[in-house]
């Protein structure tokens, strides 16, 4: 097992990724160590969802590599092709590892709230289907939703869904976290809710990569901020020195921009 | 015209005789048409045209054609290729009955795939996709995720082709098989009391037909409880 | 080849006779067709009527001739008028069977069936209706019959194109099934050709082919009809 303290959760090193002929990523580098909590920020278009997504290869890059906890996904990256990971197996087994909650929430609309959460630990790391269920009830418990158990995800408010969403991840046992705009399909008094237990993952000392346009949650929250302009790094560093002092000039009108 | 009850009863008790063969070319036809349905359904949405277009041209052809035709040519036409009547084919060729199965199976197919197709592109992506990030795919994520919720969008409109199913099975009264239509028309031309003979085998239809709905209907409340209100469910 | 030589239109050839009995089954097709557009127009009213027992015949109506095999009623219509006729027939001392006019009967055993499916078409079309645009005819201070022809059906005609279109295919392959009760359409004509020819493949197919070739002509006059109204939707806006 390689030593926690020196081996990053997840390494991205010169991703790139492209449409067509259109590239969204010019090769971005990118390493969380063990419960670090990165803010991901940008502009729409800036590639920000595309750099979670090629995480746990939702989106596959067509240059660059990705490691978790020090495994690099295998990759056919055969110029003129399209890039696709060599070993489905590996993929499925680390995307296990790296629960992803998302925008639209995305729970299966045709099982109920429990169902979701143990779905993937019962059917994918074959867990047994009692401590599953029994793992999942404490989980719904935390994130407060433990009376919406036996309920359909159409039957929450949205709110509820996503901390239903986050509860599905934490099932999983993941090593480490990605959220996708966690926030951005929520009407604003719901918004509270679903932050306030991500910042309580947060406290524990969890492994999170989160893309946001949450300026507070990511200037008090996460240890490190990252900007992404037109699919580069344009700046990143501490989080509170960022946005106390940001250096680069389109960081500082975003943080305006955004705060108005 | 009056009425002649006594006949009436008559008849109903010799249709009641059909019910069996039209249940068995229905049942038959379509779960061997199911099963080719979902192989065309996949060739239309694996996105290779050398898979799409051959299942789409089967489609037009079938679903173009008059089901007579389609049951004509296999239990007349094929009789026409003697390489046919002397393969080891033949045997189940030239019953009527098998003739009409395959014919009823290649023409509900070509329906029903276009209802599976429909009901797989139906499934949310925003699913599939946190299914993928769970770790799903390949045979796992369709049985537990693509399917049941493709199913719950197919089941209203594969009710439907199983009613025309059943309805089409009277077209095998045209080649000698005495199913409900094929009984009817015989008494029909033995008596000349087609109103009496009519509303006997119509009711029949009606009766299996009500019964195809029903189930469906019972299946489709069954796998989608969540489009109910939870008090709903409990009851 | 042989093919080619039984489908000419030479002394020895079935094209002449193939290409009449197209006319044929193209002419009971569209009449069945009006027939049941006739009664589907009838019976989508109905189903819309203030009247309890119009509601209710209205959905009968639909629901049996639905649920009922188009084989059957074709029977029904058949041996139903030709009893009919033979017992008239034998009140002026004529003896036997008479059988009723095959086109007649069959066009109008497939336009009562099609008629319970254009039925359903119309009231689709109608429930599709934007509600607020009835309202604002009704707050515009339009009467209901002025209302129904202004708003509700010029929209209406619209959102039925496609949904009569599938009826119409229906109905050309179900005029097939008028051959049982002798029609010299195109299936009984093919019927006539294999027998005599002991050639049944060559016929059925080229009857298939025929039935293609309509369903295809007039799927593309459907479509098109389909476009320049929903264009007049958009101008309209």
């Known amino acids: 097992m390689p030593d926690a303290t020196t081996t990053p959760a997840v390494a991205l090193s010169g991703i790139r990724k492209s449409y067509g002929p259109l590239e969204v990523l010019h090769g971005v580098s990118l390493e969380a160590r063990e419960g670090e909590v990165i803010s991901i920020l940008g502009s729409s278009g800036s590639g920000k969802s595309t750099l979670l997504r090629c995480i746990n290869m939702l989106e596959v890059p067509n240059g660059g590599s990705v490691s978790i906890h020090g495994e690099a996904i295998a990759l056919d990256q055969t110029p003129g092709r399209a890039p696709r990971p060599r070993d489905n197996a590996q993929v499925n087994r680390l995307r296990a590892r790296a629960a992803m909650v998302f ?98 993952l947060a406290a524990e000392g969890r492994t999170m990569l989160i893309v946001t346009h949450e300026m507070a949650f990511a200037r008090e929250v996460s240890t490190r901020t990252v900007f992404l302009h037109q699919g580069r790094i344009e700046e990143e560093g501490h989080s509170s020195e960022m946005f106390s002092n940001p250096r680069s000039e389109r960081f500082k009108q975003f943080i305006s921009r955004e705060n108005a | 015209m009056p009425f002649d009850l006594p006949f009436l009863a008559e008849s109903f008790v010799a249709l009641l005789k059909g019910i069996p063969l039209t249940l068995q070319l229905t049942v038959l036809s379509v779960v061997a048409g199911g099963i080719l349905a979902f192989a065309l359904a996949f060739m239309r949405i694996s996105g290779k045209w050398w898979l799409d277009v051959p299942a789409q041209f089967y489609i037009f052809v079938f679903r173009g054609t008059p089901l007579l035709v389609q049951i004509y040519i296999i239990y007349y036409g094929l009789s026409q290729f003697p390489v046919l009547r002397h ?77 025309l199913m059943v309805k089409s099975t009277a077209l095998a009264s045209t080649i000698t098989l005495l199913e409900i239509t094929g009984i009817a028309a015989k008494l029909i031309s033995e008596s000349y009391r087609p109103v009496e003979v009519f509303v006997c085998a119509g009711a029949i239809y009606l009766a299996i037909n009500f019964l195809v709905a029903r189930l469906f209907a019972w299946l489709e409340y069954t796998v989608s409880p969540e489009t109910r209100k939870p008090e709903e469910r409990r009851a | 080849m042989d093919y080619l030589r039984l489908m000419s239109f030479g002394p020895d050839g079935w094209g002449y006779s193939l290409l009449a009995a197209t006319g044929v089954t193209v002419a009971v097709a569209v009449c069945g067709f009006l027939v049941g557009a006739m009664l589907g127009c ?78 359903q078409v119309f009231r689709g079309a109608v429930l599709a209706l934007p509600k607020g645009e009835i309202e604002a005819g009704r707050a515009y201070g339009m009467p209901p019959l002025l209302l129904f022809r202004r708003i509700v059906l010029p929209q209406a005609a619209r959102f039925a194109i496609p949904g009569v279109g599938n009826v119409w295919q229906l109905v050309l392959k179900e005029s097939a099934l008028i051959s049982v009760i002798g029609l010299v359409e195109l299936m009984r004509q093919a019927q006539i050709g294999a027998g005599s020819t002991r050639q049944p493949f060559s016929f059925y197919l080229t009857a298939g082919v025929l039935y293609l070739l309509i369903a295809f002509v007039s799927g593309r006059g459907f479509k098109l009809a389909e476009q320049r109204a929903m264009r007049g939707i958009r101008r309209a806006v």
């Open chain 3, 42 to 119: 009838l019976g989508a009213a109905a189903s819309f009527s203030r009247f309890r027992a119009l509601r209710s015949a209205a959905d009968i109506y639909t629901t049996l001739l639905r649920g009922i095999p188009d084989l059957l009623v074709i029977y029904l219509f058949y041996f139903g008028s030709s009893s009919l006729i033979s017992s008239v027939g034998a009140l002026f001392g004529a003896e036997g069977f008479v059988g009723a006019p095959a086109f007649l009967t069959g066009a109008l055993a497939i336009g009562v069936v099609s008629g319970a499916y254009q039925m």
């Open chain 2, 87 to 163: 393969s080891f084919l033949w045997p189940f060729l030239r019953e009527a009955y098998w003739c009409a199965v395959l014919a009823l199976a290649f023409n509900t197919a070509a329906y029903s795939a276009e209802i599976i197709r429909g009901g797989l592109l139906s499934v949310p992506a925003g699913q599939v996709e946190a299914a993928r990030a769970c770790g799903m795919s390949g045979l796992l994520l369709f049985r537990r995720i693509v399917m049941p919720l493709a199913l719950r969008q197919m089941l209203p409109g594969y009710s439907n082709e199983i009613i």
């Open chain 1, 103 to 200: 925008q639209s929430f995305n729970l299966w609309s045709h099982l109920t709230i429990l169902e979701n959460l143990i779905e993937a630990p019962v059917h994918v790391q074959k867990r047994n289907r009692k401590d599953c269920l029994a793992e999942a009830e404490a989980l719904l418990e935390r994130v407060g939703i433990a009376d919406k158990r036996n309920s359909y995800p159409a039957h929450l408010s949205g709110g509820q869904q996503q901390r239903a969403a986050i509860a599905r991840a934490l099932t999983m046992r993941p090593s480490v976290m990605l959220f996708d705009e966690p926030t951005s399909a929520l009407d604003p008094e719901l918004v509270g809710e679903v932050l306030k237990v991500m910042r309580d």
